[in-house]
């Protein structure tokens, strides 16, 4: 036990260190500091250690010894990189849960936590085009993750595989500062119309 909570240790400190370094180069720095702290905790740490693999997320262990995770039930509610986190009732009489749109910023963390997730685990296979390959096989995201933030984390995981980490993250650093401005504008209009109803 005491070599897998080692090793858990490692990958879990190796892949927080490649969504750091993802993050910084993209200017989420804050994101890239705080990036997966939960991992650390011990409703997380211990059962990651417990069902460490090397190759896989514990959770998936976890999920099949026991039925379900709660490292990740515990991991998702507090990471909002994940869609999951961003799931909530609809106001759609037919669909009883839904993903609702994500930041973008969390998208692009999503994006980031893709590719260090396949590097930690894929070592020396890793390609640009893998987190891509990797979601093409993960289904319940296109049911779950809402359209727009979907659109979005494909059109980068296509540009990745594409064009490469540098083109991809050049065009990340572009939207995010669009994405600054046009935060900064909608926060500015609901002050003025703050200021207005106190006149």
Not at 75 to 100: P, V
Not at 133 to 146: A, D, N, P, T
Not at 156 to 165: R, Y
Request: glycine fraction near 6%; hydrophobic fraction near 30%; charge should be positive.
């Amino acid at each position: 036990m005491r070599e897998k909570f080692w090793e858990h240790f490692k990958t879990v400190t190796y892949h927080r260190h490649l969504v750091r370094q993802g993050c910084f180069k993209v200017g989420l720095y804050r994101q890239g500091l705080l990036h997966d702290l939960s991992k650390y905790s011990p409703t997380e740490f211990l059962v990651g250690a417990k069902y460490y693999q090397g190759n896989r997320s514990p959770n998936n262990a976890e999920r099949e010894a026991t039925g379900l995770s709660r490292s990740w039930l515990h991991h998702k509610g507090r990471n909002k990189h994940h869609f999951e986190y961003w799931i909530d009732y609809t106001l759609d009489r037919d669909e009883l849960l839904g993903g609702m749109k994500m930041p973008v910023r969390y998208v692009v963390e999503m994006f980031i936590d893709r590719i260090a997730a396949c590097r930690t685990y894929q070592k020396e296979k890793y390609t640009d085009a893998s987190p891509w390959e990797y979601h093409k096989r993960s289904i319940r995201v296109g049911k779950l993750l809402h359209e727009d933030s979907r659109m979005l984390l494909e059109r980068l995981l296509k540009m990745l595989a594409a064009e490469g980490e540098e083109a991809t993250f050049a065009y990340i650093r572009k939207l995010l500062r669009r994405e600054r401005r046009r935060e900064f504008r909608e926060k500015l209009r609901l002050c003025r119309n703050c200021m207005e109803r106190k006149h």
